[in-house]
Every structure is written in structure tokens, then in C-alpha cells.
């Protein structure tokens, strides 16, 4: 679209500041939602940076849309810790061959795409995966009872089909709580066997106006697996 400003000042117009608002709010929109590849000089420098109003930011998602793109994201840890569990009962009770997943808890988010766009989705958690030593004959064997966690993007149900390839896993500690007197930890799974950092990125062209959704997902095959930090961010940049 061009820009028309709603007020088009000549000789002889009253000058008011609600007719100048409006005008600069009708530009900041513009810049911002309606420049089209037609509305520019095709030699350059077509634009400054001093032309390019400050971008909208949703403080509660964490995310800031401008003219050029979307950027932000995510977090929890450090002093503000979201614990978040993953397990087996919620995807699969831990049945080998099985590739149903649920999402982990607070990491999804959803962006307004408003044209074509190229994305970088950058994500990384820490986890702790729990010994489990159930004896339940369906299960896969005890060597086998990792936490996957998987990338997702527009549809959970789907993650572990469309981004097995970005799965990444922690295995079972080899410790667990004792069976005897005195009952207790015998090493913190921290030290031993079940814990990890872990990151990654996916990018992709998103090629259509809409909504795009990402998050992260678990396919558990242990009893529980604590997460305890992770991050989700969005880079998308508009064509």
C-alpha cells in the first residue's frame, strides 16, 4: 500500500495536535505494517535509520515486532527457577516403536507473520533424568529410558515425525533411590549419568501471512526427567 496521511495540511488549514497525532500514528503504522516492495526507491539508499519509528514490543511474551522483522523470546532460570517435568506417562508409557510426545510446559509461543519470512528458532535447556527402575514388561529395557526433547513447529502432535532430526537426548542416571535402610540419594543425579545441556537451531522460510507457533517437546521414555532451565527466541526476517 502508499502512504496517505488523513490529514493533508495546505494554506489556510487549522493546525491541531490531534490532526498532527493522527498523521504521525498513521505513519508509524505504515512503517511498521504497510511497506511494500513497490513503495520503494530502487537505488540506493532508499531509507535511514533515523526514518524508522521504534518497534511494538509485548513486554508479556517477550517478543518486539518491526518493520524489518520479529525478534525475542523466552526464558526461565538463574534466580528464577520453573522447574518443568518430563515423562513417560504422558507419551507412551515408555513403549519402544511409540512416537506420541507432549509439550513441555511455558516454551510455546505464537508470532503474527505478516508476510514471507525467513526464521532462525534458537532454543537450549538443561535437564536431570531420574533413574527408573519399573519392571512393567511393554516398557523399552532400562539402558534404553532416555528424555528426548524435540523442536517443534506449527504442530506438537507431529514434532517427533517432522524434526526427529533435531531431537536430542539424556540418558537415565545409574543411581537411583536406595531400596535399604537408610533411604536416600546415593549420588545427586547431577554428578552421575542423567544430567545435560543441551541447544540448538532450526531455520526455515515460512512462506505465507498467518500465525506461526513454536515450541518444545518431549518424548519420554523415563519415569521423570526435570527441566530445569530452558529458552525458546525467534529471529524472523521479513523478505
Not at 58 to 70: A, D, E, I, L
Amino acid at each position: 500500500m502508499s502512504f496517505s496521511p488523513p490529514t493533508v495540511f495546505a494554506d489556510g488549514t487549522v493546525l491541531t495536535a490531534a490532526a498532527l497525532e493522527g498523521d504521525y500514528e498513521a505513519l508509524r503504522v505504515y512503517l511498521h505494517r504497510g511497506i511494500i516492495a513497490g513503495d520503494l526507491k530502487t537505488s540506493a539508499p532508499w531509507i535511514d535509520t533515523k526514518h524508522i519509528q521504534p518497534p511494538e514490543r509485548n513486554p508479556f511474551s517477550g517478543v518486539q515486532h518491526g518493520v524489518s522483522g520479529h525478534q525475542g523470546g523466552q526464558w526461565a532460570g538463574g534466580v528464577d527457577v520453573r522447574l518443568a517435568f518430563a515423562t513417560k506417562f504422558l507419551s507412551g508409557n515408555g513403549r519402544p516403536g511409540n512416537d506420541s510426545v507432549h509439550g513441555l510446559q511455558q516454551t510455546s509461543f505464537s508470532l503474527a507473520i505478516r508476510r514471507a519470512a525467513k526464521i532462525l528458532y534458537h532454543y537450549w535447556f538443561e535437564l536431570e533424568n531420574g533413574k527408573d527402575e519399573s519392571t512393567a514388561p511393554y516398557q523399552t529395557s532400562q539402558a534404553y529410558r532416555f528424555a528426548y526433547i524435540v523442536p517443534w513447529v506449527g504442530n506438537l502432535s507431529t514434532a517427533l515425525a517432522s524434526y526427529s532430526f533435531a531431537a536430542q537426548e539424556v540418558g537415565a542416571t545409574d543411581f537411583g533411590l536406595q531400596s535399604t535402610y537408610p533411604r536416600g540419594l546415593q549420588e545427586p543425579l547431577a554428578i552421575h549419568g542423567g544430567y545435560g545441556s543441551r541447544q540448538g537451531t532450526l531455520a526455515f522460510d515460512y512462506n505465507a501471512v498467518g500465525t506461526a507457533t513454536f515450541g518444545l517437546a518431549v518424548h519420554g521414555l523415563s519415569d521423570r526427567c526435570g527441566v530445569v532451565n530452558w529458552g525458546v527466541s525467534i529471529e524472523a526476517f521479513y523478505l
